[in-house]
């Protein structure tokens, strides 16, 4: 190999050392820039918490021994959940980051048995505003029991004409409507003859009336005023102070709440004690949101529609749990039974259930003001809380039931007009307002909306338009009704849940689409009472039938015990 002629560049030794300086020169710039553009390739993200968020990875990620996790600083480590693949190859790493995750600097570490590099930089910082669309886990639960209550408060009643639907109703845990109570007997207190005296008697002829009245226009109202009437068969004129105290606390919450930012209090005080007031009197509850509504009103703090869906969001949380559970359990059962458990079940299983659903629409409100409330903090606790007093005012009804049941009935009237043609057509229009005002607070305008408030809405429409559609005995027994119906409904739904989550799209899309897959199930049982309204005449449901009497009495306790771990949380 020839030796290099540098002589004509004069100074040989010289010019060998600015040559050789160049192209040190070179070889580190070279390797600065190399190592500038692939720290450039690391993307710095933000991340709100209490959101779920996500990041997209593909390439050798398909290699099921790969595992994604945010590190922070102090070597804390939170695990990304790993969806299917898509089309191309590509998967959707999720995480929820919780509303206490500390805030500060993160690293999404990407590591598999034999090598890991750092994929992002992630800063994690505190929660602006609440979007319903970035938490598909809570949501969907929310969306679960919301379709689930609302497939067991608008379930077909049997028929009238039937002469088993008594029975049927009786012995169904879930069927009775509770429109009215019928005894046809006297008890220990009505012996008293508290009647006769001028102001129970006023009192008592005002419920009478009202309730009657409000029959032939609006089974929601007739069902607020009615609610309280175990209270004043009991104690008179001092059951009817309930709905004074409704008044006064609903006043107090807006004196004593700080309402200019935030419709929601932010103590839990007055909206636990207006919540309990309306577990024991929906009109108490009823009246206390109006009082407060109207504070807000008078005050102007109705300053955006998030303040006014609020605000509906905690007028239905205060006077509505109540009435869904009186929709899950007949208040009186046939003398013939013998089923102690099934009577255990009528007090158990609504506490549950209804604690349950205060939990969720405790949540609910995060969702209508786009807010973090403190309150919705304390919704474990409150949900117990509200179980105790379900309970509690059970007992006061079973009460009532043996000891008075004749002014029971009077206050409570089970023969009263049907609601009049214009104003079921009224209470659709309310319908269909009230789930846009409350569903667009979550969804958006988008397809999903339209397809939930169809679903939703066939079945009144129906109703509305074909009131005596057939009836199919054979239809009416594969309808999964009462506990295991609201089971089926809770299970199904949390399953589609799981799916969507396993699925590699991300969180708007996948709350849109739990909301309408969650609506399904109730859609169909819905669809099929309209023709299975009631069994053959004499019959009951198969498993109440005698030949299954061991069955039934196996499965109840089952069932009872499953929804307890529905209702903690324990199951899916």
């Known amino acids: 190999?020839?030796?290099?002629?540098?002589?004509?560049?004069?100074?040989?030794?010289?010019?060998?050392?600015?040559?050789?300086?160049?192209?040190?020169?070179?070889?580190?710039?070279?390797?600065?820039?190399?190592?500038?553009?692939?720290?450039?390739?690391?993307?710095?993200?933000?991340?709100?918490?209490?959101?779920?968020?996500?990041?997209?990875?593909?390439?050798?990620?398909?290699d099921q021994y790969w595992a994604i996790s945010l590190i922070g600083p102090a070597g804390e480590e939170l695990q990304l959940s790993k969806s299917s693949a898509n089309a191309s190859g590509f998967f959707v790493y999720r995480a929820f980051i919780p509303l206490d995750y500390p805030v500060g600097n993160y690293d999404v570490k990407v590591q598999s048995p034999t090598e890991?590099?750092?994929?992002?930089?992630?800063?994690?910082?505190?929660?602006?505003?609440?979007?319903?669309?970035?938490?598909?886990?809570?949501v969907g639960g929310l969306a679960v029991l919301a379709f689930t209550l609302l497939s067991v408060l608008s379930s077909q009643n049997p028929d009238k004409n039937d002469s088993s639907s008594d029975d049927a109703q009786n012995l169904d845990s879930l069927e009775g409507g509770n429109h009215g109570i019928k005894f046809g007997r006297r008890g220990r207190i009505d012996l008293l003859r508290l009647g006769k005296s001028k102001l129970v008697f006023t009192l008592d002829e005002y419920r009478h009336n009202i309730v009657y009245e409000l029959s032939s226009r609006s089974s929601v109202l007739r069902r607020i005023f009615a609610d309280g009437s175990y209270l004043q068969a009991i104690f008179g004129p001092l059951g009817a102070l309930t709905a004074f105290a409704g008044v006064l606390l609903g006043w107090l919450c807006g004196t004593h709440a700080d309402t200019a930012s935030n419709v929601i209090p932010i103590g839990a005080g007055y909206?636990?004690?207006?919540?309990?007031?309306?577990?024991?009197?929906?009109?108490?509850?009823?009246?206390?949101?109006?009082?407060?509504?109207?504070?807000?009103?008078?005050?102007?703090?109705?300053?955006?529609?998030?303040?006014?869906?609020?605000?509906?969001?905690?007028?239905?949380?205060?006077?509505?749990?109540?009435?869904?559970?009186?929709?899950?359990?007949?208040?009186?059962?046939?003398?013939?039974?013998?089923?102690?458990?099934?009577?255990?079940?009528?007090?158990?299983?609504?506490?549950?259930?209804?604690?349950?659903?205060?939990?969720?629409?405790?949540?609910?409100?995060?969702?209508?003001?786009?807010?973090?409330n403190p309150v919705t903090k304390l919704s474990g606790k409150i949900a117990l809380i509200c179980g105790a007093a379900i309970l509690l005012r059970y007992v006061l009804e079973e009460f009532a039931s043996k000891a008075t049941p004749a002014r029971l009935e009077y206050l409570s009237p089970p023969n009263t007009p049907e609601i009049e043609t214009k104003f079921k057509i009224l209470a659709l229009i309310a319908k269909v307002f009230l789930y846009l005002f409350f569903m667009f607070?979550?969804?958006?305008?988008?397809?999903?909306?339209?397809?939930?408030?169809?679903l939703l809405l066939f079945s009144p429409v129906f109703k509305l338009l074909f009131p005596n559609p057939p009836n199919s005995t054979k239809i009416?027994?594969?309808?999964?009704?009462?506990?295991?119906?609201?089971?089926?409904?809770?299970?199904?739904?949390?399953?589609?849940?799981?799916?969507?989550?396993?699925?590699?799209?991300?969180?708007?899309?996948?709350?849109?689409?739990?909301?309408?897959?969650?609506?399904?199930?109730?859609?169909?049982?819905?669809?099929?009472?309209?023709?299975?309204?009631?069994?053959?005449?004499?019959?009951?449901r198969w498993y109440m039938r005698d030949k299954n009497r061991v069955l039934y009495r196996f499965l109840g306790p089952v069932f009872l015990a499953v929804a307890a771990l529905i209702t903690f949380g324990v199951l899916p």
Request: glycine share 10%; with cysteine; proline share 5%.
């Open 441 to 454: 607070g979550f969804l958006g305008w988008t397809w999903q909306l339209a397809a939930c408030l169809s």
């Open 1 to 62: 190999m020839p030796a290099l002629d540098f002589g004509s560049f004069g100074m040989p030794s010289v010019g060998k050392r600015r040559y050789l300086l160049g192209f040190l020169w070179f070889l580190l710039a070279t390797l600065f820039s190399l190592s500038t553009a692939f720290a450039a390739d690391i993307p710095n993200l933000s991340w709100e918490r209490g959101r779920e968020q996500s990041i997209t990875l593909g390439g050798n990620t398909q």
């Open 271 to 372: 909206v636990v004690a207006i919540l309990l007031l309306g577990l024991f009197d929906a009109l108490a509850g009823f009246l206390a949101a109006l009082t407060y509504g109207l504070y807000l009103l008078t005050h102007g703090d109705f300053t955006s529609i998030f303040q006014v869906r609020g605000f509906l969001g905690l007028l239905v949380m205060w006077c509505g749990p109540i009435l869904a559970a009186n929709k899950l359990r007949p208040l009186r059962r046939s003398a013939s039974q013998n089923y102690r458990w099934e009577r255990t079940g009528d007090f158990i299983i609504p506490a549950f259930f209804i604690g349950f659903g205060v939990k969720a629409m405790l949540f609910a409100l995060n969702g209508f003001t786009h807010q973090h």
């Open 116 to 138: 890991e590099s750092i994929v992002a930089h992630v800063h994690i910082e505190l929660a602006q505003n609440y979007d319903p669309l970035t938490d598909p886990r809570s």
């Open 476 to 540: 009416f027994q594969l309808i999964p009704s009462g506990i295991p119906g609201i089971i089926f409904m809770n299970a199904l739904g949390l399953l589609t849940i799981n799916w969507i989550n396993s699925l590699p799209i991300f969180a708007p899309d996948k709350t849109q689409t739990i909301f309408v897959l969650t609506a399904l199930p109730g859609f169909v049982i819905g669809l099929f009472g309209l023709f299975g309204r009631s069994p053959r005449s004499g019959d009951r």
